[in-house]
């Protein structure tokens, strides 16, 4: 199962701290994906860490403002996001995967509820 936590309603500018735990499985067996669907369109690739946090990569939209960051001890993966702007308003949804850390949803095999960001003007 995989529990996100940490939205919330934040002006533009700010900062927020998404959480994810991963609880049974073998956290270190998952690479790692965040994503995000805003109101009416589909959802899309944020960013996303390798199992032992060597790789990460993140969409275009959110490169410089966003860290996807995993503590294996604790099996939780964070997604620190700042310089949050309005259209960054969107359900997150952190993911795990078995074939490599990807942009790509199909790849992921477990998905956690999401937890709602929004970023007032």
């Known amino acids: 199962q995989l529990q996100a936590s940490g939205g919330g309603l934040v002006q533009a500018g700010g900062s927020l701290r998404l959480s994810c735990v991963v609880s049974?499985?073998?956290?270190?067996?998952?690479?790692m994906g965040w994503f995000r669907q805003a109101p009416g369109k589909e959802r899309e690739f944020a960013a996303a860490i390798s199992w032992d946090g060597g790789r990460t990569s993140y969409a275009d939209s959110v490169k410089g403002r966003f860290t996807i960051s995993r503590d294996n001890a604790k099996n939780t993966v964070y997604l620190q996001m700042n310089s949050l702007k309005p259209e960054d308003t969107a359900v997150y949804y952190c993911?795990?995967?078995?074939?490599?850390?990807?942009?790509?949803?199909?790849?992921?095999?477990?998905w956690g509820q999401g937890t709602l960001v929004t970023v007032s003007s």
């Open positions: 993911a795990a995967s078995i074939t490599g850390p990807s942009s790509s949803p199909t790849r992921y095999t477990y």
């Open positions: 049974g499985g073998i956290f270190i067996n998952y690479d």
